[in-house]
């Protein structure tokens, strides 16, 4: 994990070694873009708009028991078709982690139409008195295995409950920072999405944020269901369109109607909040796919149930895969100590110039104790 303090309102990295890793990691751009078709310099692009961002302090989860006990039938679920298709990026705009195309079988299951609500989550929450991970102090022993040798211990004034927070730039900045635009707040957390004074009141139908992969499990496990894996996401992404850039088909995102919340403007000092939102939006907000599956693109990262490995697809071979699960276990070149796990769809934060991650064969990844302003989840079911 990356441990960062603030300090004058600039992070300051506790590592020096730390830091190098993510200056040459955030500094590395990835496969050809709708950046590198507009001219945009390389140096202005990351590979994506999840990756290399300060790690949360890494937390215990191990004591944590969840048994299901929601409910457990079909309702608010779309019965997605089996099928088989071609997983990964079928033309020049996806990074080197969506190729090569690879034939995939899916077995027919059920997803959520949408992503899951704070309706929802609290429903889980006041069943269980389950504690998210931002809402959890870190702890410094798990925290320091993680760190190099002799990284000293924070003050304890630190090491407290915080998840990060989306904070817009006030000018044009060079994009090879993502802490430039990422903060961590104390108090932040999925009943507080920006921090102590905001809150979900009335936001009941809007996509619970700031939950870690582990909340994301164990909402699924309550709830009699799992999260999806990555193939699954994209297929039900894909609705039955084959080889089509986007879960609507090929029309360019800004074209015609508003399709899905993203960032719209010059990324990230300036929203022209086009679509109506200039954070997170209502579930529902947007058409729907083929599938009768809303938001699969934009709005809040989605969580999978697979590790992400950078080199998966490559490994995969020519044969066709049936219900894959995933590799084995995560590696990221960027980071090569930090487990990740797979997240889908893109976010309120997309931006062409940025990761255009609303493509339907988009990868990113994320380490699983992580939780963000733009990251949620929703569930599959048998």
């Known amino acids: 994990m990356i441990l960062i303090t603030r300090n004058k309102n600039r992070l300051t990295w506790l590592s020096a070694a730390v830091l190098t890793i993510i200056a040459v990691a955030c500094k590395q751009s990835s496969g050809t873009t709708a950046a590198a078709k507009e001219n945009i310099p390389t140096g202005d692009t990351v590979m994506s708009c999840s990756a290399n961002l300060p790690s949360r302090f890494a937390t215990d989860t191990s004591t944590i028991t969840i048994t299901p006990g929601g409910d457990n039938s079909y309702s608010g679920m779309v019965k997605i078709p089996a099928g088989e298709f071609l997983m990964g990026a079928a033309d020049k705009d996806g990074r080197p982690d969506e190729y090569p195309q690879h034939t995939v079988h899916i077995d027919g299951f059920w997803m959520d139409a949408t992503e899951v609500t704070n309706a929802m989550f609290r429903k889980f ?105 990555e193939a699954e996401w994209e297929w039900a992404a894909r609705a039955g369109l084959p080889n089509q850039p986007y879960t609507w088909g090929t029309e360019p995102v800004d ?106 064969s988009a990868r990113m990844k994320t380490s699983p104790d992580t939780g963000l302003e733009h990251t949620g989840f929703r569930c599959v079911k048998n």
């Open 255 to 360: 074209k015609g109607q508003q399709k899905a919340n993203i960032w719209q403007g010059h990324f990230p000092d300036r929203n022209t909040v086009a679509d109506g939102y200039a954070r997170v939006a209502p579930v529902k907000s947007f058409t729907a796919n083929a599938y009768a599956l809303f938001d699969m693109a934009g709005n809040v990262w989605e969580w999978c149930s697979d590790w992400y490995r950078s080199d998966y697809y490559a490994q995969t071979g020519s044969k066709k895969l049936i219900n894959p699960a995933g590799p084995a276990a995560s590696y990221d070149p960027d980071e090569p100590t930090v487990p990740k796990r797979v997240v889908r769809g893109g976010s309120f934060l997309c931006h062409a110039s940025y990761c255009a991650s609303y493509r339907v």
């Open 125 to 229: 929450v006041k069943a269980t008195g389950y504690v998210t991970t931002a809402e959890r102090a870190p702890d410094w022993e798990a925290l320091k295995k993680q760190l190099p040798p002799r990284t000293p211990k924070p003050a304890d004034s630190l090491l407290v409950a915080a998840s990060l927070v989306f904070t817009p730039t006030t000018q044009p900045i060079q994009l090879n920072d993502v802490s430039q635009w990422w903060q961590w707040v104390k108090g932040a957390d999925w009943k507080h999405p920006q921090g102590p004074g905001s809150s979900i009141d009335g936001k009941e139908n809007f996509p619970v944020v700031h939950v870690s992969w582990d909340d994301a499990t164990a909402y699924a496990k309550w709830a009699g269901k799992r999260l999806p894996t």
